[in-house]
C-alpha cells in the first residue's frame, strides 16, 4: 500500500464517519470548565545568588511578552545554550 491509497482510504473511513442518519438523534455532552487557580511561584532566589555559584558571569535577564528570562553569560568562544 503507498501513502496514496492510505490517504485515500483514511479519507473515506473519515466520511463515512460523518454521514448521519437525519432519523437518528445525536447525542451530545456539554461540559463545564470550573475556574481554577495556579500554583503560587517559589520565592526569588537572593540577587547575589548568582555571583556565589558562577564567580566571573554577567548576570542579565531577557523580558519577552509571556516571560522574564534569567541570563548568564562570560567568556568569548562559542554560546552555549542550556534549557530545561
Excluded at 455532552?29 to 556565589?52: C, H, Y
Aim: charged share 15%; no cysteine.
Amino acid at each position: 500500500m503507498n501513502r496514496r491509497e492510505m490517504l485515500r482510504l483514511s479519507l473515506a473511513a473519515a466520511l463515512m464517519g460523518t454521514a448521519t442518519n437525519p432519523n437518528e438523534a445525536q447525542a451530545t455532552q456539554t461540559v463545564t470548565a470550573k475556574p481554577g487557580s495556579l500554583p503560587e511561584l517559589p520565592p526569588k532566589p537572593p540577587k547575589d545568588i548568582a555571583a556565589k555559584l558562577f564567580p566571573g558571569f554577567v548576570q542579565t535577564e531577557v523580558r519577552t511578552s509571556g516571560a522574564i528570562i534569567p541570563v548568564l553569560h562570560k567568556g568569548n568562544g562559542p554560546p552555549v545554550l542550556l534549557l530545561h
